[in-house]
């Protein structure tokens, strides 16, 4: 018979009412052990005393949440050494600052009114390394992820913007105004959260927006290249089988949202 790892727990949230509750919902059970809080204030030190007491899971809040997820990334970057997961318990739901977190490291994001049975779920899936979201936030940056889709026309014109072609060039391609192609431009940038046609280009592709493979001549989009992450460009043909490019370049990873993900 199989026998179930306890999960060594560290709760040190900084709103006592939601620490007592998650300290009360955790000892309901016994696959959870939960670790006596640690005093330490420094970062650093917290970091020595989390591999020391071989915690699994570190429940928070939301600053220090980020600021320990930071702290764990760099560790595990320089020794390669795998800490613990971090889970944050908050009320702040917005779509940049859940994105941040999850971005930085933090594998759980809950709300503070998260029923208890949802808590348990998040905990089982951090320990194991799936990532949890709640339902909620998980459902608003889902259909947050479904309105930065583009329309056709504005795919046809960053397909051309990818190509280091000018507005009015693009403009006589599709045979619109000047105008049209700048509109169409800043609600691609809208979109996208892209401060300029390059990074809109970028993150399209990225989001699987756009189907892009490398070439050597393309340095008009103005970024260094390397081979660990291309910067230079050229559409690559659709394929018919999949809807992208037989070739695409390897960029950073994001994300994918849903209650839980790895």
């Known amino acids: 018979m199989t026998t179930l790892t306890r999960a060594r727990i560290l709760v040190m949230h900084g709103e006592h009412l939601v620490d007592a509750g998650l300290t009360a919902t955790l000892s309901r059970h016994s696959y959870i052990e939960l670790l006596e809080p640690c005093t330490a204030e420094k970062v650093e030190t917290l970091l020595h005393w989390l591999f020391a007491q071989r915690v699994d899971v ?3 809040d939301y600053d220090r949440g980020l600021s320990v997820a930071a ?10 050494t795998r800490g613990p997961h971090v889970m944050v318990v908050t009320s702040r739901a917005t779509q940049s600052e859940i994105r941040t977190a999850l971005e930085q490291g933090v594998a759980g994001y809950l709300t503070s009114t998260s029923p208890a049975n949802e808590v348990m779920d ?5 320990q194991m390394g799936i990532r ?3 339902g909620s936030l998980a459902i608003s940056l889902l259909d947050n992820v479904l309105n930065e889709q583009l329309t056709p026309r504005e795919t046809d014109v960053l397909r051309l913007a990818a190509q280091g072609l000018a507005n009015k060039v ?3 391609r599709l045979q619109v105004e000047l105008g049209t192609i700048k509109c169409h431009m800043r609600g691609i940038l809208e979109k996208l959260g892209a401060s300029n046609r390059t990074e809109a280009v970028v993150i399209a592709h990225e989001r699987g927006l756009l ?3 490398p070439v050597p001549f393309l340095a008009r989009l103005g970024v260094k290249s390397s081979s660990a992450s291309p910067a230079c460009f050229r559409v690559a043909a659709p394929s ?9 370049a390897p960029l950073r990873s994001k994300p994918v949202w849903g209650t839980a993900y790895q």
């Open 58 to 60: 570190v429940i928070t």
């Open 71 to 80: 702290a764990l990334h760099r560790a595990k970057v320089s020794s390669g």
């Open 122 to 126: 998040a905990v089982l899936n951090v």
């Open 132 to 134: 949890h979201v709640s």
């Open 170 to 172: 693009i403009a006589a």
């Open 211 to 213: 189907a892009l493979a």
């Open 240 to 248: 018919v089988a999949n809807g992208v490019g037989s070739e695409q």
